[in-house]
């Protein structure tokens, strides 16, 4: 889940990829961390972005040490 949404895919600066690929990158991110905590929504929307980046470095983590979601 953990990716760089300010790189594209041949890790070219943001400014590159464009806005929209920028915008369906965080889109997903945000509905992954949900997904994954069992969050609705709006719960990933009234996180700051200090708590959005830990709580998805902590699924990350999660993920990488073999932790799944029933």
């Known amino acids: ?3 760089d949404l300010c ?3 041949n890790n070219r ?5 464009g806005r929209q690929e920028t915008i ?18 709006d ?3 009234n996180l700051t972005l ?4 830990a709580f998805q470095n902590e699924a990350t983590r999660q993920m990488k040490a073999g932790f799944r979601k029933l």
Not at 13 to 17: K, L, N, R, S, W
Not at 24 to 41: F, H, I, K, M
């Open 13 to 17: 600066p943001a400014e590159v990829i």
């Open 43 to 45: 719960a990933v929307d």
């Open 7 to 9: 790189r594209s895919r």
């Open 1 to 3: 889940m953990s990716f």
């Open 24 to 41: 369906q990158r965080l889109t997903a991110a945000c509905a992954d961390l949900a997904w994954w905590y069992g969050w609705p929504p």
């Open 50 to 53: 200090d708590d959005f980046e």
